[in-house]
């Protein structure tokens, strides 16, 4: 069993609708990463012929204009990558159920931080060592992560429980300055 730590923001509207995509174009886009150094996570918890549909992808790092053109330059893509991109977020590609229409939609996940998978021993220790509670799903708003952060005892929790070389990601999780949202970092 695992733990992945992420950020996320469920309170910020997204004002951009979700954009169909055709097959072809979110293959282009797929090339695009793979030629870039970045490889797509697909969706885990997918079925077999769902996976190359559900995935999350950074595209902050991009010029919108080179993103766009992956996706023919229509407006409603240019929406949800111009939102993706102003509000730091990452871009979720999905299949819908009904129709298996693929589209490209604004992320709850923030952009940047990345996201922290740990065996339960150490996602554990880590949440001992912010004093929060033993449990395998919960969330913290960044900035009370911050503030824990701050404080000498909790780094030296770290320590103790041997987790110290995972601090960093905290560090940048905790750095994190979202422009007019309210991030937590959540763990499942």
């Not at 992420?6 to 055709?22: E, G, H, N």
């Not at 995972?166 to 300055?177: G, Y």
Request: hydrophobic share 45%.
């Amino acid at each position: 069993m695992s733990i992945t730590f992420y950020v996320t923001d469920l309170d910020t509207r997204i004002q951009s609708a979700p954009a169909p995509i055709s097959p072809r174009e979110l293959a282009a886009f797929r090339k695009f990463m793979r030629e870039a150094g970045i490889e797509t996570e697909d969706d885990p918890e997918g079925e077999p012929e769902e996976l190359t549909y559900a995935f999350n992808a950074s595209i902050c790092r991009f010029a919108m204009a080179t993103i766009a053109a992956i996706f023919g330059n229509r407006p409603d893509a240019i929406a949800v990558i111009e939102e993706a991109q102003f509000l730091g977020r990452l871009v979720t590609f999905r299949r819908t159920e009904v129709t298996h229409d693929v589209r490209i939609e604004v992320s709850q996940r923030l952009d940047g931080a990345g996201e922290l998978d740990l065996v339960n021993g150490n996602a554990y220790a880590i949440l001992e060592a912010l004093q929060l509670e033993r449990e395998s799903v919960g969330d913290i708003s960044l900035i009370e992560l911050r503030d824990r952060l701050a404080e000498p005892s909790i780094r030296a929790g770290f320590t103790e429980r041997f987790v110290e070389y995972r601090l960093p990601f905290f560090d940048k999780v905790a750095a994190m300055e979202p422009y007019e949202q309210t991030p937590r970092l959540v763990w499942a």
